[in-house]
């Protein structure tokens, strides 16, 4: 398309002056030398500091070539789109709503008049054109990101104003490659608190979770998440979720950035006005969280006009911190040789026996999970069909089995898994009677909790997040096991207590095996898998289904289980089952072994 190399040749020079300026004094750079055209995947592997700018359109500009000029200028690092809104017609050039949603291709849409050129349905001053592409990901009015591969074909229509072609018909919100949508992108983390019903004490009514969407990088980068956090919880959280300010609360300033202290002051709209103190910190709460996604921030403080309503110090913030339940692991577990569970510190170089009747030699375990407070342990018998709960203390004893199977070897109880708030879940295999399950503080009467959208399938694998309302589920249908993120509802649709999980979806849908999954963070999951005839891989996966940020782990096959801490930024360690051992990951490391025999690898929870 000569069209858009020609309009990438004159946005150049701004673009190279940028860049220019950016590294001067580090490089000597050419004066002279042939300008080449830029794609949009070189464009996103470019310094990403290099302001991307749209040019407007050309004076005679024919129908194609305008509206991939169109499709360039969303692109570009301005603020309002104001370059892209010169290519549309006067009649939507102020309705149209880039914001509304943004939708994700494997490369920039192809371009194509329509057969005959002109819009059969209208006149000689019109024409329509098509757009197809490769359909990825949608990205919705609230910024969640959701895979949706599919074949992708809309059209845009055009009218012939002022002696030149303008869009008057187009698809809603924007239209992206995967190259621009990384460069322009940055998935950030929300926080809002967790709808845990009535029988949670206090502690467990201040439980953040994370909440992922997609803004943009450079545009304002505080206020555009502040902005988000006051929008609400994205729909698939939000029967889950609850935000602390008052319905439609919004700023009262245009933009927001920490002062020299890293204070942020945040002036609210009068809805906020005489908010009680508990409330407006649960308010501040959630800001210092959210805006830490975008700066450095060491307090927060809340005004409405001319009032200071509260404010909130890093200290202070950390008793609402989305770590809080997470527990601060120093300490991996697995099971040895003699299959007994045994604990491993970051700098130990052998593990030893925990306390307890899990540590003593006795029956061959399974697998094991201890609690995020790291006093109980509960574990599956080696045959998959007895759960077992008991204190990680010396003389405690385990007692009658808390759950039975029926299942058979290789249809048993799962791998347990424990909640922040000291609830244990587990999943029975039986193919006769599959379930999910729940144990009341981890001792309770096992409760049955429905889960809706298995569609055949059965739960193999699981593991709930410490705030309780998220849990990843691999399920397992025929040869493919999928790995899906569930949402814990806690109210019925009438209003009720009833426990639930519902709207499972796809967190990673390459995969066409799953192995062994592990929370890595607030929306993060490490994984085991393959995809359709590739190797297995070790990865990071986001909770929304797109690709994670973090840099790529050394590749290893033969893993049959992963352990991740669940807490923000921890530099700690991995670990995986490999090949009948333990092997272990360090920061800025490789892998290596840890224990020649071993399985079951698990950080608490």
């Known amino acids: 398309m000569s069209g858009r190399n020609d309009r990438w040749r004159r946005a150049l020079p701004a673009v190279a002056a940028v860049a220019g300026l950016l590294l001067a004094g580090c490089a000597s750079m050419p004066d002279s030398g042939e300008v080449h055209a830029v794609d949009s995947s070189q464009r996103a592997d470019a310094d990403s500091q290099v302001r991307v700018y749209g040019v407007p359109p050309r004076k005679g500009e024919q129908p194609a070539e305008l509206v991939q000029g169109f499709l360039e200028a969303t692109t570009s690092d301005d603020p309002d789109y104001a370059t892209a809104r010169m290519y549309l017609a006067k009649s939507i050039k102020r309705e149209w709503d880039p914001a509304a949603s943004t939708t994700v291709l494997a490369e920039m849409p192809q371009v194509q008049m329509v ?9 000689a001053g019109s024409r329509r054109v098509k757009l197809t592409g490769k359909q990825v990901a949608r990205v919705d009015g609230k910024h969640a990101y959701k895979p949706d591969a599919r074949a992708y074909e809309q059209s845009v229509h ?3 104003e002022d002696g030149e072609w303008r869009i008057d018909a187009l698809p809603p919100g924007l239209v992206v490659g ?19 019903g009535s029988g949670v004490d206090s ?23 502040v902005k988000a956090l006051l929008d609400g919880p994205t729909t698939w959280l939000d029967p889950a979720a609850a935000t602390a300010f008052p319905p439609k609360t919004r700023l009262a300033d245009e933009r927001l950035s920490p002062d020299d202290s890293n204070n942020l002051k945040v002036r609210l709209d009068g809805r906020a006005a005489g908010v009680g103190e508990q409330q407006c910190l649960r308010m501040a709460a959630q800001l210092f969280y959210t805006a830490q996604e975008s700066a450095r921030v060491e307090s927060v403080t809340l005004q409405s006009g001319d009032e200071t309503l509260c404010s909130l110090n890093r200290k202070r913030a950390a008793e609402f911190g989305p770590d809080r339940t997470a527990g601060q692991p120093e300490r991996q577990y697995f099971l040895d040789s ?11 170089d052998e593990a030893r026996r925990v306390a307890g009747p899990f540590g003593a030699d006795g029956p061959r375990l399974g697998s094991v999970a201890v609690d995020r407070g790291e006093r109980l342990a509960a574990v599956v018998s080696a045959n998959g069909q007895a759960l077992y709960v008991a204190g990680l203390e010396y003389g405690t004893q385990p007692g009658e089995a808390r759950l039975t199977s029926h299942g058979g070897a290789k249809a048993g109880l799962t791998t347990p898994s424990w909640d922040g708030l000291g609830d244990l879940w587990v999943a029975d295999q039986d193919p006769d009677h599959p ?23 059965r739960i193999t694998g699981l593991r709930i997040a410490a705030d309780g309302v998220r849990i990843a589920l691999v399920v397992t249908k025929g040869d493919r096991s999928e790995l899906r993120l569930g949402r814990v509802d806690r109210r019925s649709g009438d209003g009720r207590p009833g426990l639930s999980v519902r709207e499972l979806r796809s967190v990673a849908p390459n995969l066409v095996r799953v192995d062994a999954v592990s929370w890595a963070g607030g929306s993060r999951l490490l994984v085991a898998g393959n995809e359709q005839g590739g190797l297995q891989q070790v990865e990071y996966i986001e909770t929304d289904g797109s690709l994670s ?14 352990a991740a801490p669940e807490t923000q930024g921890r530099a700690s360690a991995l670990l995986a089952e490999r090949d009948g051992g333990i092997v272990r990951l360090l920061p800025d490391t490789n892998w290596k072994p840890v224990a020649k025999d071993g399985a079951a690898p698990v950080y608490p929870g």
Do not use: C, H, M
Not at 115 to 123: F, N, Q, T, V, Y
Not at 338 to 348: I, K, N, S, T
Not at 435 to 452: F, H, I, M, Q, S
């Open 338 to 348: 003699r299959r007994r569970v045994v604990e491993l510190a970051d700098g130990d």
């Open 178 to 196: 995967v190259p621009d949508f990384q460069r322009i992108y940055r998935s950030v983390n929300k926080y809002y608190f967790a709808e845990l």
């Open 435 to 457: 379930r999910l399950l729940r144990l009341l503080g981890g001792k309770g009467t096992p409760e049955e909790v429905p889960v809706t959208g298995l569609n055949g399938g």
């Open 549 to 562: 940020g973090v840099s790529a782990l050394p590749g290893i096959t033969g893993v049959g289980g992963v």
């Open 203 to 225: 502690k467990g009514r201040d439980v953040l979770v994370a909440d992922p969407v997609y803004l943009r990088k450079r545009i304002d980068t505080v206020t555009s998440v």
């Open 115 to 123: 057969p005959g050129g002109r819009d059969p349905d209208a006149g």
């Open 158 to 160: 055009l009218t012939y």
